[in-house]
């Protein structure tokens, strides 16, 4: 079945990066785009913007530009999400989402990540 | 940008009643609309897209409905394991943004 599989839980401290990878199995990766969400603790789902993993191409919502960069390695069917200069703002799961156009029916299981000093 | 506003933020019913969520969209996103749940420290989960289309697997107790820019989902006969975050989210075009989310409870 497709499926999409995180990396655990990470713990940094302020300044450091982060780098959580997404690995796709049961289908072409190449087909569906992957885009990235994040949820803060107690709070709702943010959209950070998408991978076109077929060209390699990001795009990036608006509060995640800069410090956050998305990539890919189509030999190993795996999306890569790096935030830098991390801040205890950043303390959130991170989730990736298979991008079909009838909605999102395959996510990641997500990724702690915690910043703290 | 297409700003989608969830209402309410949060309600508590009865087991067996029936409880309405809405999603307005700013502009016409004509039917690419999905309503997703969201059970505490779980995945979320695609329950409804194009406004109207239950996903496969998904309880036919939830329904979707659209009227211009207004979106609904129906809970007919809320069970307790309906407990959850419920979000809209438009996905035709970025920013694929989702609504603020509806806490649902039991009474």
Redesign the interface.
Known sequence: QEQLVQSGSELKKPGASVLVSCKASGYTFTDYAINWVRQAPGQGLEWMGWMNTDTGHPTYAQGFTGRFVFSLDTSVSTAYLQINSLKAEDTAIYYCAQGRGRGWAVWGQGTLVTVSS | ?IQMTQSPSSLSASVGDSVTITCRASQDIGTYL?W?Q?KPGK??K?L???AS?L?SGVPSRFSGSRSGTDFTLTISNLQPEDVA?Y?C?K?NS????????TKVEIK
């Open positions: 940008d999905a997703y969201q995945v979320p695609l409804i897209y194009g289309t996903q975050s979000y989210q996905y970025a920013p694929r943004t989702f609504g603020q989310g």
